[in-house]
Structures are given as structure tokens and as C-alpha cells.
């Protein structure tokens, strides 16, 4: 009885070095996946700015403050969301369930992804591409002064990426199995060759 006791110890100690283990592997993971990505957005956002008129950068703009408010919604739902209806749809082979079961049995790292990593870079390159569009605006324009038009912008560009934010996460937390749903399916249709999912049913 006493060395069956040990071993649970063992065990349990084990399993808690071996989640320890996995947080520190997904730390060094992210944090060098976020740089790179980071980098990679900005070169691609500055390419297409520095090669634009005033209507495309904000046309990019807005896309940038979209993506943040969209992946922002799908962490908060994917951390709120309840797994048991996707294992219920999985083993009704329901198209894209098996991949919202993985998303939120990893729920921590998924929505760190979206919330932090995603979100955090969306809105760092759209503050730069709101002083880009300033900048444009004042050499085009020939505006002595671009002080008061970049807070004005920035000031814009903050309400509605809050605003945004918040009606998402009131559609995250009201609809948050239809979209971890969605965002499983989308998961399964681009991991098929040509991006067609085989057998299973969908749930429309």
C-alpha cells in the first residue's frame, strides 16, 4: 500500500515536471514564432505602403484592424467555449470537429496565439501604418503641420479597434462553440489536399 502511494507521488511529480516542461517548450516556441511573424507582416505592410496611394493604405489599414478584432473573437471564444459538444460531433464524424476538440483541449495556447501574439502585432503595425498615412497625407497635401492629424488618426484608429474588440468578445462569448466550430473547419479544409474535407456530415 505505501509503495503504491510512492509511486502515485512519483507519478504525480512527474506529470507536473512534464506540464512544467511543456509551458517552457511553448514559451521559447511562441516567443521566437512572434518575432519572425512580426518581421514578416512588417516588411509585407511596409512593401505594399511604400508602393501605394493614400486609398490603398487605408484599405490595408482597415484589413490589419479587422484581422486583430477577428482573431481577438476567436481566442476569447476558444477560451470560454465548452469542449463536450465537439467530442459529441466528432464522434458523429462531423466535418472540422476533431480539429475544434485539438483547439481546445489546447485552449491555453491557441488563444494566447490569437489574443496576444496576432492581436498584439495587428496593432502595432496598424499604428505604423496610421504615421504612414500621415506621412502621405502631409507631403501630399503639403501640410505644415502633421501633429495634430496623426493624433487625430491614432486617436480614430484606437476607438474603433476597442470598439471592435468589444462587440467581439460579446459575439465570442454568446457564440463561442459556432465559431471554434468554424475556425476547426476552416483548420480541416486547408489540411486536405485541395482543400477538400472527405466523409463526415457538416452541421450547416
Known amino acids: 500500500m505505501k509503495e ?5 507521488r512519483r507519478n504525480k511529480k512527474s506529470n507536473k515536471e512534464l506540464k512544467i516542461e511543456k509551458q517552457r517548450r511553448w514559451l521559447v516556441f511562441i516567443t521566437i514564432w512572434t518575432f519572425f511573424l512580426s518581421i514578416g507582416i512588417n516588411l509585407v505592410s511596409e512593401l505594399f505602403l511604400n508602393n501605394s496611394d493614400i486609398l490603398v493604405s487605408f484599405f490595408i489599414l482597415i ?8 482573431f481577438d473573437m476567436v481566442g476569447i471564444a476558444v477560451a470560454s467555449t465548452n469542449i463536450t459538444p465537439f467530442n459529441s460531433m466528432a464522434a458523429n464524424r462531423v466535418k472540422g470537429s476533431k480539429e475544434a476538440v485539438d483547439i481546445v483541449k489546447n485552449a491555453s495556447q491557441v488563444s494566447n496565439f490569437c489574443n496576444d501574439v496576432v492581436g498584439d502585432i495587428c496593432g502595432i503595425v496598424s499604428g505604423a501604418t496610421a504615421i504612414s498615412i500621415v506621412f502621405q497625407l502631409g507631403s501630399r497635401f503639403e501640410f505644415m503641420e502633421t501633429t495634430v492629424l496623426a493624433v487625430i488618426l491614432n486617436g480614430l ?17 454568446e457564440k463561442s462553440t459556432q465559431i471554434v466550430y468554424r475556425f476547426g473547419y476552416i483548420i480541416a479544409f486547408f489540411k486536405k489536399p485541395f482543400g477538400k474535407v472527405k466523409g463526415g ?3 450547416g
Open 63 to 70: 484589413i490589419i484592424v479587422i484581422t486583430g478584432i477577428f
Open 4 to 8: 503504491n502511494v510512492n509511486n502515485a
Open 201 to 203: 456530415r457538416d452541421i
Open 157 to 173: 484608429l484606437a476607438a474603433v479597434t476597442v470598439g471592435g474588440k468589444a462587440l467581439g468578445k460579446n459575439i465570442a462569448m
